[in-house]
């Protein structure tokens, strides 16, 4: 599952994309990710019959950026594979234990931006790298930019960001009940990264 995963160098985005969504111009700098309100969600076919969906919260990771040079913009986000959740406590259980992620050997789900192609006023491509299983593969995001402003409620200059991916997670190494249950795994991101200093 991702990375989120997550997710997001969608900082490419941000400058045509302050224009449309906020009075002034986004701030260059680091940002860092707002855990409580950045997620990975996943969804993956269950037989035949159904999706079958399940989240993993509790992000951590940084984005750095410069609206005047996006190409020197950087994205690091990390998911707690412990933290996997379907509502469903014996899968979430299974979905840690060896036979699957191995959240004990392989702790971490991280994804890591390595080019930002803008496609529209407030989308973007994202290409990255993302770690799973102990296994690393390039994977590719559609982003776009949510706004940016003032929290309200903690005060913290806020941007976010959502993105949709695919993986097949087979090429993690995640290959239980291939194709019983599906290769396939489809991905939505949701960020809010806080400004730093």
Known sequence: MTRTLLLLAAAALVPAAA???TAAPVPAGTYKVDSHHTQAVF???HMGFSEFYGTI???TGTLTLDPANPAADTLDVTLPVAAISTTNSVL???LKDPSWLDAAKYPEIRFTATKVTRTGATTAHIDGNLTMHGITRPV???AAFGGAGINPLNKA???GFSATGIIKR???GVTKYVPLIGDTVKLTLTAAFEKQG
């Open 157 to 159: 200059y806020t941007i």
């Open 43 to 45: 969804a993956i076919n």
């Open 57 to 59: 919260p509790n992000a």
């Open 140 to 142: 590719a995001l559609d």
């Open 19 to 21: 224009l449309a969504q």
């Open 170 to 172: 087979s090429d993690f």
């Open 92 to 94: 979430d259980g299974e």
